[in-house]
């Protein structure tokens, strides 16, 4: 589960622009947008920013029937996020193509345990804490250009057609334990040696993305996980602690 990150970081720079200017004017539930997908696989091709929460993870390892681990290990990447300071999960894609691994014939292989990214497309999902400290989902029309505008939806006409309810209930739940997470890494992660950052790093990984049982609820898994999460960076900030004395 090393960090691969891939090379063309200014495509994905100039992306999180657009998308950033986009979250200044975000789309609630009833809001109205104009999309009709031609199945031309356009959205599977040259990604680097397909973001697999817990509940992805689980729901394309009940596809594949595989463990987690064996998703994240053959289908994803692990890195350190620039800025949240905790271990994120993207797609990884074929590097022969830079094709999806699951793109076959413009379909997807797994498309009832598809990432929520990829079912939600082309809207995007992101989560903030309002002025109460309280976590806020809202949602933004991606800039594309496939598919047509012949089609018109409100973005809970589409959430329900690809039955993405569930998800984000549990994307509520996972973006509010992420934030507090990332608090808690910026403190305490720049300081470690690069060795301690691994082991870390690793532990975090496998509590947070990979240690579920798919046939049980994920929602109380994540909620367990991430218990074991605090435990054990309290006694890492603990062991700082003491050494600054």
Not at 191 to 196: I, L, Q, S, W
């Amino acid at each position: 589960m090393k960090a691969r990150i891939p090379d063309n970081r200014s495509w994905a720079e100039k992306r999180m622009e657009e998308i950033e200017k986009l979250m200044e004017h975000p789309l609630n539930a009833d809001d109205m947008f104009s999309f009709r997908c031609k199945q031309c696989g356009g959205c599977c091709r040259d990604r680097i920013d397909i973001l697999l929460s817990p509940f992805d993870i689980c729901r394309m390892a009940k596809q594949l029937d595989i463990p987690p681990e064996e998703v994240i290990y053959n289908y994803g990447y692990v890195y350190i996020g620039k800025t949240s300071k905790i271990p994120l999960v993207s797609l990884k894609m074929r590097p022969d193509t830079n094709e999806c691994p699951f793109l076959e014939k413009n379909r997807c292989k797994i498309h009832n345990g598809k990432p929520a990214a990829c079912a939600l497309f082309p809207l995007g999902r992101f989560a903030a804490r309002d002025e109460d400290n309280d976590v806020k989902i809202a949602y933004i029309l991606q800039p594309v250009d496939c598919g047509t505008k012949d089609e018109e939806h409100t973005v809970r006409q589409w959430m329900s057609s690809f039955n993405l309810e569930e998800s984000e209930q549990f994307f509520f739940i996972w973006q509010d334990k992420a934030m507090q997470l990332s608090e808690r890494m910026k403190k305490i992660i720049d300081d470690m040696p690069p060795r301690v950052q691994e082991m870390l790093i690793n532990q975090i990984t496998h509590f947070i993305y990979a240690s579920y049982d798919i046939e049980k609820p994920i929602q109380p898994q994540l909620e367990r996980n991430y218990l074991y999460t605090e435990q054990m960076l309290s006694s890492i900030e603990r062991k700082i602690a003491e050494l600054l004395l």
